[in-house]
């Protein structure tokens, strides 16, 4: 499978933005060259998927749709991911689409109520029937990630061929575990949040208010990434990118582009500006910048050189 550079995460559908607003920014994206949208059947109670799918509409074939089910469950077997959601939730996704398959299916959140072994049965017999291409996990451990990968192999069944997981200059704690066994599977990374909430933007600085309207403005679960220490990395690259000529929107999702794992960055947008500024922001970075980059996102004390 292959996906833009730049991905479009569709979680302000239906939430932040409207109809003719997701319409304008899919049209923007499909001009810029984004080939990969990504979407959730939780996503403003599944307006997202049908805002998706009908501003797609006869391109549909030209790019890769992603969504995800196994949301938190609300009462026996209304969420979660055992067979009966799984079947159930990718008819309603494939409905609320549009479409008669979906091309990247993921498992949105570890389910400790069900065997890892049903849930991926249940999503092999999806890609047999043809409903699937390709399915993923989100928010999974490295653990999970090979546990998951020795029952798909023992049992010859589809395999995990990607993960998302929270990554930015501000968050980098699957550095540690997650990335490295997504590496030793082969599993494509797909970074989500990567401006950690806009934090990452450049718009905001420490001790200003935040802009009316903004991301982080929303309420404490977004503003709670707005620490001292994350601004301290802010600053650190900010500073680190000024000195080149360039910004810190462009170097926080070009260091993610450039790790060896991840084929695409996940971008949210509520506006066509917003998506062409996001889609040229990517540039290449040399190696020396990268480990430059690298070293200054870190929490407390840097290293000198």
């Known amino acids: 499978m292959k996906v833009s550079e ?10 932040r933005i409207d109809e003719p607003a997701a319409h304008k920014v899919v049209g923007a ?19 997202s998927e049908e805002m998706l799918g009908r501003a797609l509409g006869a391109r549909r074939d030209d790019v890769v749709v992603a969504t995800k089910f196994g949301a938190p469950a609300k009462g026996p077997y209304g969420g979660g991911a055992s067979r009966r959601h799984v079947m159930r939730a990718c008819e ?18 570890p389910d400790a109520d069900t065997p890892l072994d049903e849930t991926l049965s249940a999503l092999d017999d999806l890609v047999r029937q043809g409903k699937v291409r390709y399915i993923a996990n989100s928010n999974l451990a ?42 030793h599977l082969g599993l494509g990374v797909i970074p ?23 991301r982080l ?13 994350n601004f301290a990395i802010v600053e650190r690259v900010t500073a680190y990118a000024e000195e080149r000529g ?13 790790q060896p794992e991840v084929p695409s960055v996940l971008v949210g947008a509520t506006s066509a500006e917003q998506v062409v500024a996001n889609a040229e922001a990517f540039v290449e970075l ?15 004390p840097v290293e000198e050189g």
Not at 6 to 15: A, H, P, R, T
Not at 194 to 199: E, I, M, R
């Open 286 to 300: 040399s190696a020396e910048e990268v480990a430059g980059i690298a070293r200054l996102a870190v929490k407390g």
């Open 246 to 258: 360039r910004t810190l929107l462009q170097l926080a999702l070009s260091w993610l582009a450039a």
């Open 6 to 15: 730049v991905g479009l995460g569709c979680n302000n559908f239906g939430m």
């Open 142 to 183: 490295g653990w999970q990630l090979v546990d998951a990968d020795h029952i798909a192999r023992n049992a010859n069944s589809a395999r995990f061929i990607a993960t998302q997981l929270e990554w930015s200059l501000v968050n980098r704690d699957v550095e540690r575990d997650t990335v490295p066994a997504a590496r």
């Open 217 to 229: 403005a929303a309420g404490p679960w977004f503003a709670s990434v707005a620490t001292d220490e």
């Open 29 to 47: 994206a499909l001009d810029a060259g984004v080939t990969f949208f990504d979407t959730a059947d939780m996503y403003g109670g599944g307006r």
């Open 192 to 214: 989500y949040f990567p401006l950690a909430s806009g934090l990452l933007s450049g718009k905001y600085r420490r001790g200003e208010d935040f802009p009316e309207g903004s």
């Open 92 to 109: 309603a996704s494939l409905r609320r689409l549009g479409t008669d398959h979906i091309d990247l299916y993921y498992l949105h959140f």
